[in-house]
C-alpha cells in the first residue's frame, strides 16, 4: 500500500515541476526577443566610441553590483544586494539589502526566476528615490548568453531593469562543447601573450564570452558574458576597468557585504 500511495505523489510533483518548467521557457523565450547585444547606451568613457548624433554626451561614472547570498542553516533565507560605486575611484557609494525568504524553488537554467525578482526590487527602489547614484551599468554575479539556453540571470535582470548588464561567472558553463579543461589549455598556451583573455567559442562557432585572468598570477579565470545592451568588447574594457583582484570589484563588494549583512541579520534573529 506505502508504494501504491507514494506513485501518484511523485508522479504529480514531477508533472507540477515539467509544467513550471514549460512556463519559464517560454517567459524566457519571450524576454530573449528584446536581447540587445551590441553597445546601447547614452554614455560614453574611454572604453567606448564617441556618442552618435541622438545620444547625449554623458561620462561613465557608476557601475552596479548585485548578488544574493544564501544562508547555511535556512537555505531558503536570502540577502539581496545592490552596490554602486565610482568607476574611477572603485569606492562604495550606495549599498541596499534584502532579507527574505524565497518560495521559487531552483531549477538548473531557471536561477534568474528565483532571483531577478528580488534584485530588481532593490534596484526600483532605488530608481523611485531618483538617488544621483542610480547604475549607468550594471555587473551581476550570474552569466549572460553563457547559459545553457543563452539567457542567463545578466541578461533577464538586464531587460527588466532596461539597464547595460555584464554577466561575471566564477564557473563555466559547459554549453556548446565548452569544457573548462579546454579553457584551461587555451589560457596556459596564451601565458607569454599581451592578451589576458580567451574567446570562449563554441563547436557552433559561436563566441559566447570569454575566459579572463582578471590578474597578473590568477590561476582561476572568470567568464565574462555579454548581459544586455553592451557589446562583448566593451564588457571586457570595463571589466579590466574595474579589477583590482579576481572578480570585479562591483560583484566583489556585493558578495562580501551581502554575506556580512546576512550575517549580522541571523545573529540578530538568534539572540
Not at 541622438?54 to 531558503?76: F, H, N, T, W
Not at 561575471?168 to 607569454?192: F, P
Request: net charge neutral; aromatic share 6%.
Amino acid at each position: 500500500m506505502e508504494s501504491i500511495s507514494h506513485a501518484p505523489a511523485e508522479s504529480s510533483s514531477s508533472s507540477a515541476s515539467s509544467t513550471q518548467h514549460k512556463i519559464w521557457m517560454e517567459a524566457q523565450d519571450e524576454l530573449k526577443q528584446k536581447l540587445i547585444a551590441q553597445d546601447d547606451f547614452p554614455w560614453r568613457s574611454a572604453t567606448t566610441a564617441p556618442p552618435t548624433s541622438d545620444q547625449e554626451e554623458k561620462a561613465l561614472k557608476y557601475v552596479g553590483g548585485v548578488d544574493i547570498s544564501y544562508s547555511k542553516e535556512l537555505p531558503s533565507m536570502a540577502c539581496g544586494t545592490l552596490v554602486v560605486l565610482d568607476i574611477h575611484s572603485l569606492q562604495v557609494v550606495y549599498e541596499d539589502y534584502s532579507v527574505l525568504t524565497l518560495s521559487v524553488p531552483y531549477g538548473p537554467g531557471f536561477l534568474a526566476f528565483r532571483e531577478a525578482p528580488v534584485l530588481l526590487e532593490l534596484l526600483e527602489k532605488m530608481k523611485a528615490g531618483a538617488n544621483l547614484f542610480y547604475p549607468q551599468l550594471l555587473m551581476v554575479d550570474g552569466n549572460g548568453i553563457l547559459h545553457p539556453r543563452g539567457f542567463g540571470l545578466a541578461c533577464h535582470l538586464g531587460i527588466l531593469a532596461n539597464l547595460p548588464t555584464i554577466g561575471i561567472g566564477k564557473n563555466l558553463h559547459h554549453v556548446d562543447g565548452l569544457t573548462l579543461s579546454g579553457v584551461r589549455q587555451l589560457l596556459k598556451a596564451k601565458e607569454d601573450c599581451a592578451e589576458d583573455f580567451i574567446n570562449l567559442t563554441g563547436r557552433s562557432g559561436h563566441i559566447w564570452g570569454v575566459a579572463m585572468r582578471s590578474t597578473d598570477g590568477s590561476v582561476k579565470p572568470i567568464f565574462i558574458s555579454i548581459g544586455h545592451r553592451i557589446s562583448l568588447d566593451t564588457a571586457i574594457k570595463i571589466v579590466k576597468l574595474t579589477c583590482k583582484y579576481r572578480v570585479p570589484e562591483p560583484i566583489r563588494q556585493a558578495d562580501i557585504r551581502s554575506r556580512e549583512y546576512l550575517r549580522k541579520h541571523q545573529a540578530m534573529i538568534n539572540k
